[in-house]
């Protein structure tokens, strides 16, 4: 089976949610989404990756934020007006059910940061064309397709890959190890 075959049947026609991030037009399956939220201050989590940017209360569950700018390494996203915060589900086997955020399906309720979310936008498998492999600044596996649309593209986004829970805990463990290590290093061992 050919790569545009895959593409096209894994996004196929539905709608999609757009959004805008460092100026790039950007979409990702409604069926993903659970709600759209303004901006509101973030509780800091330590020893957590930048891109996981903070915690909000959504009610009564603590739901992590992810920077979508800084998990594409394009830097963090500056709040503004139209700052919004999407919340999306995301069904990741192999996980156990759980408090905060897990609805015993072993998903996990995430909310992403962007600088603007723009309407939603219905998108048949014929204005969907496969994920190039080069140019789109972000890694292949996170984008699931490209779609033609006012003259410009807009990034399909593959929110499974892009908000993979064992890829985000995998690189949380990192981070943490990397501190350790940081912390075990004696300065004055260094001029010796």
Same mark, same amino acid.
């Given at each position: 089976m050919s790569d545009v075959m895959t593409s096209t049947a894994r996004t196929g026609s539905g709608r999609y949610l757009t959004f805008t991030l460092n100026d790039e037009a950007y979409a990702l399956d409604i069926f993903h989404v659970l709600e759209i939220l303004e901006y509101r201050n973030l509780t800091v989590v330590p020893m957590m990756p930048?891109? !996981?940017? #903070?915690? !909000? /209360? +959504?009610? %009564?569950? *603590?739901?992590?934020?992810?920077d979508l700018a800084i998990r594409f390494d394009r830097g963090a996203t500056t709040v503004r007006r139209r700052t919004s915060i999407i919340i999306v589900h995301i069904a990741e086997s192999g996980l156990e059910p759980g408090p905060g955020g897990t609805d015993g399906d072993g998903g996990q309720d995430i909310g992403i940061l962007v600088d603007s979310?723009?309407?939603?936008?219905?998108? #048949?498998?014929? =204005? $969907?064309e496969p994920a190039p492999s080069? %140019?789109? %600044? $972000?890694? *292949?596996?996170?984008?699931?397709?490209?779609?033609?649309? =006012?003259?410009?593209? +807009? $990034? +399909?986004?593959?929110?499974? /890959?892009v908000l993979s829970i064992s890829d985000m805990v995998s690189l949380g463990e990192a981070a943490q190890a990397r501190g350790r290590a940081e912390d075990d290093v004696d300065p004055d061992a260094e001029g010796s």
């Open positions: 930048p891109f !996981i940017r #903070g915690v !909000i /209360n +959504l009610r %009564g569950r *603590a739901v992590p934020v992810i979310v723009n309407k939603v936008v219905a998108l #048949g498998a014929q =204005d $969907i080069f %140019g789109s %600044g $972000i890694r *292949a596996d996170y984008i699931s397709g490209m779609a033609r649309r =006012d003259g410009d593209f +807009l $990034i +399909l986004l593959d929110v499974g /890959n």
